[in-house]
């Protein structure tokens, strides 16, 4: 794994891109039962990458046992603090405008 993250790094840095590693996390994915098998120790090569439980990519969340349940909360929280917004200024807001905001 060390081997392919300095390649990536390589190919990265030829293309002027940088990886940051305070960015990039290692998704070791595998059934629940299987988990206690996988390396924690982090990927050592130019840049120290950790092994990561959840990533996040184009607002997606996808977790090491691919169960979704970390995107589906992230989903509900967002959807709930936004219900908690619009309940804030509901007073504000005309009885047309609401069903517009709401969508």
Same mark, same amino acid.
């Given at each position: 794994? %060390?081997?392919?993250?300095?390649?990536?790094?390589?190919?990265?840095?030829?293309? $002027?891109?940088?990886?940051?590693?305070?960015?990039?996390?290692?998704?070791?994915?595998?059934?629940?039962?299987?988990?206690?098998?996988?390396?924690?120790?982090?990927? $050592?090569?130019?840049?120290?990458?950790?092994? *990561?439980? *959840?990533?996040?990519?184009?607002?997606?969340? !996808?977790?090491?046992?691919?169960?979704? %349940?970390?995107? !589906?909360?992230?989903?509900?929280?967002?959807?709930?603090?936004?219900? $908690?917004? !619009?309940?804030?200024?509901?007073?504000?807001?005309? $009885?047309?405008?609401?069903?517009?905001?709401?969508?």
């Amino acid at each position: 794994m %060390s081997v392919r993250v300095d390649e990536m790094s390589l190919w990265m840095a030829s293309n $002027r891109l940088l990886l940051n590693p305070a960015k990039t996390g290692v998704l070791w994915c595998s059934s629940a039962r299987r988990q206690h098998q996988i390396p924690t120790g982090s990927v $050592r090569s130019g840049k120290s990458v950790v092994p *990561v439980s *959840v990533v996040r990519d184009l607002w997606v969340y !996808i977790d090491a046992d691919l169960t979704m %349940s970390s995107h !589906i909360t992230a989903t509900v929280r967002a959807c709930f603090a936004a219900l $908690r917004q !619009i309940y804030s200024v509901r007073c504000s807001l005309t $009885r047309e405008s609401l069903p517009t905001l709401l969508r």
